[in-house]
């Protein structure tokens, strides 16, 4: 659930210059079919779910999102995603080199297990109310908080030399809250690796209540780079990098947002194909079949969107490294 104190005007946590204003446009949510209103920060243009106390009450996740647990999509796309997770960890080993890392919301452990190859000592903090296949992951070592990943860590403080939330602080009731606790257990000099959707990039403003990488209630914040930057400037970080987060997801957040636009009541249905399992039956039928005769319009116009995006470096989601001075 959303942190209590955001509502219409007040003023943004994240630049704490602007004030949040509501959308006209309420934004669908694929699985529960649920509407939700943004309120967009009058400066930075970061947003957040505003969450009535019955949908603060509700769980909007389980199996028609995460899948099972042998994976998120079918076999040949998990592949695929696994295949990311290897190049992500590649790159972080490369520039970093951290002997102790630590990632909060791990999901099924791709990232933390190829980083565990490569010498490094990896744990993942979790909420207590993940799936028992997340909590019972036998490769690495996870840890259950005693309430939720806002509180307080159970890590010594200066322990960790790299903090990764990959695609979690949208998810998170209070990423400030998280981010001092990250900052608690970071060593002086230390990395926090970051990648967040951008609500201010080219595919979002192609049209905001069908883009995919919205997927409201479950992102309660949706960062742009301004917003994302300020928040940790104003802790204290130096941003040493900022990049086009995953590639592959850019992509196909192009190719099922303009996807999206033949069906805008009945989203997503691309993405839940290339799951199967429960999310494809959850999906309606002539919504896919839609989505599958117009990818002849849709895929072109989504190579052309990404191209566009890399050549303004606008990107669909981002990566920022921040380090603790």
Same mark, same amino acid.
């Given at each position: 659930?959303? *942190?209590?104190?955001?509502?219409?005007?007040?003023?943004?946590?994240?630049?704490?210059?602007?004030?949040?204003?509501?959308? !006209?446009?309420?934004?669908?949510?694929?699985?529960?079919?649920?509407?939700?209103?943004?309120?967009?920060?009058?400066?930075?243009?970061?947003?957040?779910?505003?969450?009535?106390? *019955?949908?603060?009450?509700?769980?909007?996740?389980?199996?028609?999102?995460?899948?099972?647990?042998?994976?998120?999509?079918? $076999?040949?796309?998990?592949?695929?995603?696994?295949?990311?997770?290897?190049?992500?960890?590649?790159?972080?080993?490369?520039?970093?080199?951290?002997?102790?890392?630590? !990632?909060?919301?791990?999901?099924?452990?791709?990232?933390?297990?190829?980083?565990?190859? *490569?010498?490094?000592?990896?744990?993942?903090?979790?909420? $207590?109310?993940?799936?028992?296949?997340?909590?019972?992951?036998?490769?690495?070592?996870?840890?259950?908080?005693?309430?939720?990943?806002?509180?307080?860590?159970?890590?010594?403080? !200066?322990?960790?030399?790299?903090?990764?939330?990959?695609?979690?602080?949208?998810?998170?009731?209070?990423?400030?809250?998280?981010?001092?606790?990250?900052?608690?257990?970071?060593?002086?000099?230390?990395?926090?690796?970051?990648?967040?959707?951008?609500?201010?990039?080219?595919?979002?403003?192609?049209?905001?209540?069908?883009?995919?990488? /919205?997927?409201?209630?479950?992102?309660?914040?949706?960062?742009?780079?301004?917003?994302?930057?300020?928040?940790?400037?104003?802790?204290?970080?130096?941003? *040493?990098?900022?990049?086009?987060?995953?590639?592959?997801?850019?992509?196909?957040?192009?190719?099922?947002?303009?996807?999206? /636009?033949?069906?805008?009541?009945?989203?997503?249905?691309?993405?839940?194909?290339?799951?199967?399992?429960? $999310?494809?039956?959850?999906?309606?039928?002539?919504? /896919?079949?839609?989505?599958?005769?117009?990818?002849?319009?849709?895929?072109?116009?989504?190579?052309?969107?990404?191209?566009?995006?890399?050549?303004?470096?606008?990107?669909?989601?981002?990566?920022?490294?921040?380090?603790?001075?």
């Amino acid at each position: 659930m959303i *942190t209590p104190q955001i509502n219409s005007q007040t003023v943004c946590p994240f630049c704490e210059l602007g004030r949040l204003i509501q959308q !006209e446009k309420s934004c669908r949510d694929y699985l529960s079919g649920e509407d939700f209103f943004l309120l967009t920060c009058s400066n930075c243009h970061s947003s957040f779910t505003f969450l009535n106390q *019955t949908a603060q009450n509700k769980n909007y996740y389980g199996n028609k999102y995460y899948n099972s647990k042998r994976g998120k999509f079918l $076999p040949f796309f998990e592949k695929i995603f696994r295949f990311n997770h290897r190049v992500n960890a590649k790159f972080l080993k490369r520039n970093f080199s951290s002997k102790t890392i630590l !990632e909060v919301g791990c999901g099924r452990g791709y990232l933390l297990r190829e980083l565990k190859k *490569t010498g490094s000592d990896v744990y993942c903090l979790e909420s $207590p109310s993940a799936a028992d296949w997340i909590l019972n992951n036998k490769d690495i070592k996870v840890i259950s908080s005693s309430d939720n990943l806002d509180n307080s860590w159970p890590f010594k403080s !200066e322990y960790f030399d790299l903090v990764i939330f990959w695609h979690v602080l949208e998810h998170l009731c209070n990423p400030i809250e998280s981010i001092d606790q990250a900052t608690r257990c970071l060593k002086s000099g230390g990395i926090i690796c970051v990648s967040v959707p951008n609500i201010a990039s080219l595919q979002a403003k192609l049209n905001l209540p069908t883009w995919f990488h /919205l997927d409201v209630p479950r992102h309660l914040h949706h960062f742009s780079k301004q917003g994302i930057i300020s928040l940790f400037e104003s802790r204290g970080y130096l941003i *040493t990098m900022v990049k086009a987060g995953d590639r592959m997801q850019n992509f196909f957040g192009w190719l099922q947002s303009i996807a999206n /636009l033949f069906t805008p009541k009945n989203t997503n249905s691309l993405f839940r194909f290339l799951q199967g399992g429960k $999310p494809l039956k959850s999906a309606r039928k002539l919504s /896919l079949l839609i989505q599958i005769l117009t990818v002849w319009l849709w895929f072109p116009l989504g190579v052309l969107g990404f191209i566009l995006e890399e050549i303004f470096h606008n990107y669909g989601s981002i990566t920022i490294y921040a380090k603790k001075v």
